[in-house]
C-alpha cells in the first residue's frame, strides 16, 4: 500500500515539473495547486484507484455507453444527463426530476441560448461504485480548490458522452474550438478509447489565439480538470481504419446557482 502510495503522488500530475513535484506528497493538494497555478490539471487514473474499484466495475460503466441515444445537434455524439442540487442546509445532493439542460450562448456559440432535452442516466450507471469514488473525489476537490461555494446551492451535473465516427465522417464536440464553459469547474473522466480513433485530443490555451497543452486521455479513469482560468477544446475525433471509433467520456461539472 505504502509503495502504491508512493507512486501515485510521484505521478499523479503529468505536467508537473521535477521541483513542483517533490515540494509535495499529498496527491489532492498537488492537483489544488496546479488548478490555483495553471487552471487545470491532468489527473492520471490512480488518483481515483481504491479498494471498491476493480476492472468488472468499469467494464460494467462502459457498457452502458453502447446504448445512448443520439445528440440532435451536429457531432455524432450520443449522450445521456443527470443533475443534482445540492442543499446546503442538509448538506446534501438530491437528484432533479428533470434532464433539460441549458448553456448560455456566451460560452456555447454553437448550442448555447437553447434549451436541450436528453436521455436520463441509467441508475445502475449511476449506482456504480466507481462512479460514487469520482463523486467523492471530485465533491472534495471542488470543496478545496474554493471555486464551488458549499455553502450556497450549487449543482453537479453528469454528461454521460460517446462521440463515434465511422468512414470519413468525424464526431465533435461543441463547441467545436476553443472555448470556456458555463460552468467554472468541469472534470472530464475517460471511459473508453477505441484504439482506431485519429484526434479526441484535449487542447488547452491562453487565449483563442495561443494553443499551450495538447494531450490525449488513454486509460479509463484519466482525467482532464478546468476551469475557466485557459481555454479548451477536443479536436475532432476520427476513424484510422473506417469502422466505428469512439471516445466514451463523463463530464462532472459543478456550478453554484447565481
Ligand atoms: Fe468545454
Same mark, same amino acid.
Given at each position: 500500500?505504502?509503495?502504491?502510495?508512493?507512486?501515485?503522488?510521484?505521478?499523479?500530475?503529468?505536467?508537473?515539473?521535477?521541483?513542483?513535484?517533490?515540494?509535495?506528497?499529498?496527491?489532492?493538494?498537488?492537483?489544488?495547486?496546479?488548478?490555483?497555478?495553471?487552471?487545470?490539471?491532468?489527473?492520471?487514473? /490512480?488518483? !481515483?484507484? $481504491?479498494?471498491?474499484?476493480?476492472?468488472? =466495475? #468499469? %467494464?460494467?460503466?462502459? @457498457?452502458?455507453?453502447?446504448?445512448?441515444?443520439?445528440?440532435?445537434?451536429?457531432?455524432?455524439?450520443?449522450?445521456?444527463?443527470?443533475?443534482?442540487?445540492?442543499?446546503?442546509?442538509?448538506?446534501?445532493?438530491?437528484?432533479?426530476?428533470?434532464?433539460?439542460?441549458?448553456?448560455?450562448?456566451?460560452?456555447?456559440?454553437?448550442?448555447?441560448?437553447?434549451?436541450?432535452?436528453?436521455?436520463?442516466?441509467? /441508475?445502475? !450507471?449511476? $449506482?456504480?461504485?466507481?462512479?460514487?469514488? =469520482? #463523486? %467523492?473525489?471530485?465533491? @472534495?476537490?471542488?470543496?478545496?480548490?474554493?471555486?464551488?461555494?458549499?455553502?450556497?446551492?450549487?449543482?453537479?451535473?453528469?454528461?454521460?458522452?460517446?462521440?463515434?465516427?465511422?468512414?470519413?465522417?468525424?464526431?465533435?464536440?461543441?463547441?467545436?474550438?476553443?472555448?470556456?464553459?458555463?460552468?467554472?469547474?468541469?472534470?472530464?473522466?475517460?471511459?473508453?478509447?477505441?484504439?482506431?480513433?485519429?484526434?479526441?485530443?484535449?487542447?488547452?490555451?491562453?487565449?483563442?489565439?495561443?494553443?499551450?497543452?495538447?494531450?490525449?486521455?488513454?486509460?479509463?479513469?484519466?482525467?482532464?480538470?478546468?476551469?475557466?482560468?485557459?481555454?479548451?477544446?477536443?479536436?475532432?475525433?476520427?476513424?484510422?481504419?473506417?469502422?466505428?471509433?469512439?471516445?466514451?467520456?463523463?463530464?462532472?461539472?459543478?456550478?453554484?446557482?447565481?
Amino acid at each position: 500500500m505504502v509503495a502504491i502510495m508512493s507512486y501515485v503522488s510521484q505521478n499523479i500530475l503529468r505536467s508537473l515539473t521535477d521541483e513542483e513535484s517533490k515540494s509535495t506528497s499529498n496527491p489532492t493538494i498537488e492537483v489544488i495547486n496546479q488548478v490555483k497555478n495553471y487552471g487545470f490539471v491532468h489527473i492520471k487514473p /490512480e488518483y !481515483y484507484i $481504491n479498494s471498491k474499484i476493480n476492472l468488472d =466495475l #468499469i %467494464e460494467d460503466m462502459q @457498457e452502458k455507453y453502447a446504448n445512448l441515444s443520439k445528440d440532435s445537434s451536429p457531432g455524432n455524439r450520443f449522450r445521456a444527463y443527470a443533475c443534482y442540487d445540492w442543499l446546503p442546509n442538509e448538506q446534501k445532493f438530491v437528484k432533479q426530476n428533470t434532464t433539460h439542460y441549458f448553456q448560455s450562448k456566451e460560452y456555447n456559440y454553437d448550442d448555447g441560448g437553447k434549451v436541450r432535452l436528453f436521455d436520463p442516466i441509467v /441508475e445502475a !450507471y449511476l $449506482n456504480n461504485p466507481v462512479l460514487k469514488t =469520482l #463523486i %467523492e473525489k471530485d465533491v @472534495e476537490l471542488a470543496k478545496q480548490t474554493g471555486i464551488i461555494d458549499f455553502e450556497s446551492e450549487f449543482q453537479m451535473g453528469f454528461h454521460q458522452i460517446r462521440y463515434k465516427a465511422q468512414g470519413t465522417e468525424p464526431s465533435y464536440s461543441s463547441p467545436v474550438w476553443l472555448h470556456r464553459d458555463d460552468e467554472p469547474l468541469v472534470f472530464v473522466h475517460l471511459f473508453n478509447l477505441s484504439k482506431n480513433v485519429l484526434g479526441g485530443d484535449n487542447l488547452i490555451a491562453t487565449d483563442p489565439k495561443t494553443i499551450t497543452h495538447i494531450f490525449r486521455l488513454n486509460s479509463p479513469l484519466e482525467t482532464l480538470l478546468l476551469t475557466k482560468m485557459p481555454y479548451h477544446a477536443v479536436t475532432p475525433l476520427g476513424s484510422s481504419n473506417g469502422d466505428n471509433a469512439f471516445r466514451d467520456i463523463l463530464l462532472i461539472t459543478f456550478m453554484n446557482k447565481k
